[in-house]
């Protein structure tokens, strides 16, 4: 395959030694156009970049990758999402592949499993580390749902993230382009349906539902 029509790869990874390594083993058959460290840089580069496959990691700065995925699907970008993590929980892999992920690699696996995810998301096809396939296909045969994180809206996610992350109402405000009070309003408003009673009750539910890394 020449050069100038190997397919497009867009790296988002806040690790720079895993970045630096996934650079090394996609070379050899990816153009890897760009390497980008949280979420919202993440939605950026896809909108000037144009890949043909983003990988990701799950937990990142500012914007999640899962979150990343859902506004990547809300502004109807058709770009292919493996994601590349070390997470190894089953919810994990569902809500990726729910929220229309083509591949859910484990990083221990990068090696043996990354190049493959990409090639099945080029082909159309969607890749499941056999390490966690056997407990995906059961929990949705049972209709599990006791690992969903509770309903948040978009906003309130990305507010959470930023509250956890230690950003102060005022920071947040500047970061989304909305009012401090609306900030205030939207923690507020997650406190009374999660049935929580402080901050610090908040930023645990965000580290526990992997919101935000930890």
Partial sequence: MSRLSRPRVLLADDHRLVAEGIKSLLSAEFDLVGVVEDGRALLEAAKTLHPDVIVADITMPHLNGLDALATLRKENSRVKVVFLTMHQEVPYA???????????????????????????????????????????????????????????????????????????AKEIAATLGISSRTVEFHKYQMMESLHLHSSAELIHFAIKQGIVGI
């Fill in 94 to 168: 569902r809500r990726a592949l729910e929220g229309g992920a083509s591949g859910f690699v484990l990083k221990h696996s990068a090696p043996t499993e990354l190049v493959a995810a990409i090639r099945a998301a080029l082909e159309g096809k969607t890749y499941l580390t056999p390490a966690l396939a056997g407990g995906v296909i059961e929990d949705l045969q049972r209709g599990h749902d006791a690992g969903a994180t509770p309903k948040l809206t978009p906003r309130q996610r990305e507010i959470l993230q930023l509250l956890a992350e230690g950003r102060s």
